[in-house]
C-alpha cells in the first residue's frame, strides 16, 4: 500500500480527485497517510478531516523564520512516513532539503503544458492569465516529479485541453481542472502505486 | 478567390495538403497562386509543376548578398499578387520588408504547440528532438501570423499531439504532421479564404 502525503494550500479540488479515485478504485493500492496545508483556512483540511484523514496546518505565520517554517514541514511530513508527496495545488517552493530527501517521491501538478507558461511567477490563475494574453488554442495539465528548479522536473502525465472562444482564465482553470488534472494526478499517482512508473 | 503564394524549401507535404486541399474542397475559395522556394533542389517545385502551378527557385545563392536576396525574394513573392502567403516549411528568416508589405498576410506553420520550442534555432528536427529531450508527453502544430519576430505572431489554429514511447524525432516529426499540420494549414487557409477568420 502507498502512503500518500498530500500537501495542498486552498480549496483542495485535486485532493478531492485524489480521495475519489481511491475510493471508486481508478487508484489502486494506495491511501493517503495525511494533508497538510500551510493556509489555516484552507477547505482541504476540511475535506480531508471529513473523510478521517489527519490534517494539519503549518504555516510560515507560525514560525520566525522560512528556515524554521521549512524544517517543521519537511519534519511534518516526515511523521506521515510517505512513500509519495503529491503537490496538489500547493503554493509554497518546496525546500531543497525535502527534494533532497524524498527524491523522485514527490511530484506536482501545474496547470499547462510544460514547457509553457511554467517557472517562477507561474502559479495559480496567473498560468491561465498568461495563456489567454498569448492566445494559444491548445493548453493543459503537467504532472511532473519535484527536482530543485521550478517546473524543471521529469514529466510524468500530460493531457492537453483546448481553449474556447470566450474563455476567461477563470473558466478556463475550471476547465483545465476539470478536462486534465483530476485526471491526470489520480492516474500518476496509480501508476507510481503500481509500478507502472519507474520512480528515479 | 484567395490568391496563395507558398513558400517551401524541402520536401513539400504541407504543400501537399494545400493541393489536395483544394482540390478536395476541403479549402474553399482559394486557389495557389504560385510556388517558390529558396531550394533549387526541393521536391515542392516538382510537386508544384506536376500540378500546373507556377514555381520557381529564389536561392540566396543567386545573390551577391542577403539584402539582394531578400529584396529579390520580396519581389518575386510580389509578381504572384498573392493575397495571402503561407510559409509551408520555409526555413528563412521572412525580411521585414516582407513582413510590412504583407501586414497579417503571411501565416507560418510551426511543429510544436507555441509557445514549447520555438524561436530561434528551434525548426525542423530540432523542434522534435527539443520535445523528446524535455520529455513532453503532448506536442502538436501551430499556425501563427507571421510578424517581425520568430515565431511570435498571432496564433492561428494549434492541434495537440502525443507523444507516444519508442518515438524518436523522425518518428514524432512524421506523426505531427499527419495528425496536425497538414489538417490545421488548410484549415487555416479555408479560415482565410471564407472571413471566418480576421486578417489583422
Redesign the interface.
Known sequence: MLKVAVLVSGGGTNLQAIMDAIDNKTIRNAEIAGVISNNAGAYALERARAKGIEARCVSPKQYDNRELFNKALLEETQKLNPDLIVLAGFLVAIPPAMVEAFPYRIINIHPS?????CGKGFYGLKVHEAALA?????T?ATVHFVDEGTDTG??I????VMVEEGDTPEILQRRVMEQAEWIILPKAIDMIANGELKLG
Open positions: 503544458l510544460i514547457p509553457s507558461f498569448r492566445g494559444v488554442k491548445v493543459g521529469k514529466i502525465l500530460q493531457k492537453p
